[in-house]
């Protein structure tokens, strides 16, 4: 607390007017104050005492407690009775006002303050950039994520999404690498780890979902992040049906953990579809057999495009009087129509540049009308329609066996090779879901036809976490 106490010089005058009044012997009298300092003052009190022949009279007493200004006055009139002028004298109290203002003297020393700042990119590769629509088309993603910011990264969760007509990768095929660290089968660092849904079915849209932590130690600045996995593309559509974007974020998060930085790339990512022509030409021969009444039939099912045409369901018709004898293949059905039959048969890939035969005998009475087969492509989309159609109650199906013709050597020696190496991969006592991936890995090495659709088909069953030993392995 401050006490302040001023101590100055002041400037004032006082006096005291005395006019003889309108009687003899009264006087009208008037004491003034004039305030002639720089500042405030303010008159306590008054006093005027008049001197007669027994001493002194006091004839004023006033206690005014007034503020004057500076070059302000005060007065007071008052009448005292004598036969001469009166000898008067004052006595005025006043008080000089004063304001103090508070001041601090010092110095501010103002030093910079550096704060770290959280920031990072994100960038995705697609390669190829652009693949074929119809085709099946191995793919690498790989996203890179730079902490360019000030702060390190101590938390970071990514979501990436795949859109459909393209089979994501499983959950082991995703490589996640910091620096030279690879930290993905990391507990230490990885919280998450997941696909949703968790299948390979390319019908609807997937995302993988990766959550890390304990990141302080590496994911310092300009250290680089990278999530790298394989992806299938699964007869895309054209860009005229179908775009097919493919967003990623992340949310990265200081040690000292506060609001999330969310980072997407400035450009949606996205999986270019460059439309390919189909083109499918059919052949059909029919010539008379070795013996009478036999006639063998001859289709021949080219693929002149340079994408793969699936679930391919040939239709042709076998003429009344006529019964199948013998065909080249195992997976057929022949269904009566009336007093006809058709021959079915479901081809489950043929690769662009490749052609199929499809060759059988009949035998009858008369002769053999031509009719031309019905071809129809399915694609992907048809895949569980044709699967399920086998199922469905309606004519009676009589499946028929048949001899099947030869290979070359050389396709023969590939074969053999591609078994040896399934034998050897299940020898290794493996579970049945990396059996299963690697059997799909392998898919384009199959013969296409029957067998292909039938071993894919097993590769879903075997889907399972347990090792493939006693039966199974059998």
């Known amino acids: 607390m401050i006490n302040p106490e001023v101590r100055g010089l002041t400037d004032s005058m006082s006096g005291i007017d005395r006019d003889e009044g309108s009687q003899p012997g009264m006087w009208d009298c008037s004491v003034e104050f004039i305030n002639e300092s720089e500042f405030q003052v303010r008159i306590e009190n008054v006093k005027v005492s008049q001197k007669i022949t027994t001493g002194t009279e006091n ?4 206690a005014p407690n007034r503020l004057l200004n500076p070059e302000q006055s005060w007065d007071f009139d008052f009448q005292v009775e004598s036969k001469d002028v009166p000898e008067l004298s004052s006595s005025i109290e006043f008080t000089p006002l004063f304001v103090v203002l508070t001041r601090v003297v ?6 910079s303050t550096v704060y770290p700042v959280l920031r990072a990119t994100i960038n995705k590769s697609i390669n190829p950039p652009e693949v074929d629509a119809y085709a099946n088309t191995d793919m690498v993603i790989e996203n890179t994520i730079v902490n360019n910011g000030t702060s390190v990264i101590g938390a970071i969760n990514i979501l990436d999404e795949i859109p459909q007509d393209f089979v994501p990768p499983l959950v082991n095929q995703v ?32 995302q993988i979902i990766i959550e890390l932590f304990n990141l302080s130690n590496e994911f310092i600045q ?9 992806l299938k593309a699964r007869n895309p559509r054209p860009p ?17 953990e506060g609001n999330l930085f969310t980072k997407s790339p400035d450009i949606e990512p996205e999986i270019k579809v460059k439309y390919v022509k189909r083109k499918l030409k059919t052949l059909k021969s029919i010539k008379p057999g070795m013996s009478e009444g036999e006639f063998s039939i001859s289709v021949r099912i ?16 076998i003429p009344r009087g006529f019964d199948l004898t013998n065909i080249n293949i195992d997976d057929y059905n022949v269904v009566k129509i009336g007093e006809e039959s058709e021959l079915q048969v479901k081809i489950a890939e043929l690769k662009g540049n490749e052609s199929l035969s499809l060759n059988y005998s009949c035998s009858g009475q008369g002769d053999y009308p031509r009719y031309e087969p019905e071809i129809i492509v399915q694609g992907r989309e048809g895949s569980e329609l044709t699967q399920s159609s086998d199922n469905q109650v309606g004519t009676p199906a009589q499946t028929v066996k048949g001899s099947v013709t030869s290979i070359s050597t050389e396709k023969s020696a590939l074969i053999n090779d591609l078994f040896s190496n399934i034998f ?8 049945g879901n ?6 799909e890995d392998k898919r384009d090495q199959f013969p296409p036809g029957p067998v292909l659709h039938q071993f894919m088909q097993f590769a879903k069953d075997i889907k399972t976490d347990k090792l493939v030993i006693g039966s199974l392995r059998d």
């Open 59 to 62: 004839v004023v007493s006033q």
């Open 106 to 111: 010092g110095e501010i020393n103002k030093e």
């Open 175 to 206: 490589k996640v690498t910091l620096g030279n660290i690879e930290i993905s089968s990391r507990t230490d660092f990885t919280k998450k780890l997941e696909l949703a849904p968790n299948d390979q079915s390319p019908d609807s849209k997937h």
């Open 222 to 230: 300009n250290a680089k992040l990278i999530v790298s996995y394989p």
């Open 240 to 256: 005229t049906e179908m775009l097919y974007k493919t967003p990623v974020k992340i949310e990265i998060n200081s040690p000292v």
């Open 302 to 317: 080219q693929n002149k495009g340079n994408v793969e045409l699936e679930n391919i369901n040939v239709k042709d018709k």
């Open 424 to 431: 050897k991969k299940i020898d290794q006592t493996i579970t």
């Open 434 to 439: 990396v059996l299963s991936a690697f059997i």
